[in-house]
């Protein structure tokens, strides 16, 4: 599988309750980046990891959001006490460093979440 | 704030029609991508975009980039269904490796 793979594919959740999501990228591809997507909305960017680092977060990450990227591989993104507004498609894609299109991002499948 | 507009939102054209898909802004970016995205899936790339006035082909559809790598366009000729989508432009800027993604377009295709 050459692909970025997300896991699970939908969540359902209560409000307050906490959920983890799991992204794995194309193999060797040192950065990997979060996206939010909400219905009828182009993706707004959350965070992204260079190797294990986290580079960059947006403004959009409140203190609920916590990304990890511990081995440099797979990522994961926690949200606690979820909230209804917390409803939307979370996207993962990921990147290479080298070659004439370093700057292009693939993305996975995405993880829908519903919080009720 | 950046910001990249899109037009038309919706387009629903008849199969074998030709469109073209808009994406603006006031802001310069270094590379420029086109993704199409299906309900319930992530973004697809369609193509990637460096330099200004760069134009290229992917059968049916052509992207150009702007001379001032401000705003592109994405031309589909002879529309088919297999074409319906929401279209994304998403633009990098210089010194971010974040995408800022477009409003996007919806595009229906009857056959």
């Known amino acids: 599988d050459t692909g970025v793979s997300q896991n699970p594919r939908h969540k359902i959740t209560k409000r307050g309750q906490n959920v983890t999501f799991r992204c794995d990228p194309i193999?060797?591809?040192?950065?990997l980046y979060w996206y939010r997507q909400t219905l009828g909305q182009g993706p707004e960017f959350l965070t992204y990891f260079q190797n294990e680092a986290q580079l960059e977060k947006s403004r959009l990450l409140s203190d609920r959001f916590s990304a990890e990227r511990p081995k440099g591989s797979f990522s994961t993104l926690e949200i606690q006490r979820t909230e209804q507004g917390d409803s939307a498609m979370y996207l993962c894609?990921?990147?290479?460093?080298?070659?004439?299109?370093?700057?292009?991002?693939?993305f996975g499948p995405g993880t829908r979440l519903l919080v009720l | 704030t950046q910001l990249l507009e899109q037009s038309p939102q919706f387009l629903s054209i008849q199969e074998g029609e030709n469109l073209t898909v808009y994406c603006n802004s006031s802001?310069?970016?270094?590379?420029l991508q086109w993704y199409r995205q299906e309900p319930g899936e992530g973004p697809v790339l369609l193509v990637t975009?460096?330099?200004?006035?760069e134009v290229k082909k992917l059968k049916r559809l052509t992207f150009q980039f702007g001379d001032a790598r401000k705003d592109s366009s994405l031309h589909i000729t002879a529309a088919q269904p297999g074409d319906t989508g929401l279209y994304l432009c998403a633009g990098r800027s210089y010194n971010t490796d974040k995408l800022i993604f477009g409003t996007g377009t919806r595009l229906q295709v009857f056959p």
């Open positions: 802001s310069v970016f270094s590379s």
């Open positions: 975009v460096v330099t200004g006035g």
């Open positions: 193999s060797e591809h040192n950065r």
């Open positions: 894609a990921s990147s290479g460093v080298r070659g004439p299109f370093q700057e292009t991002q693939y």
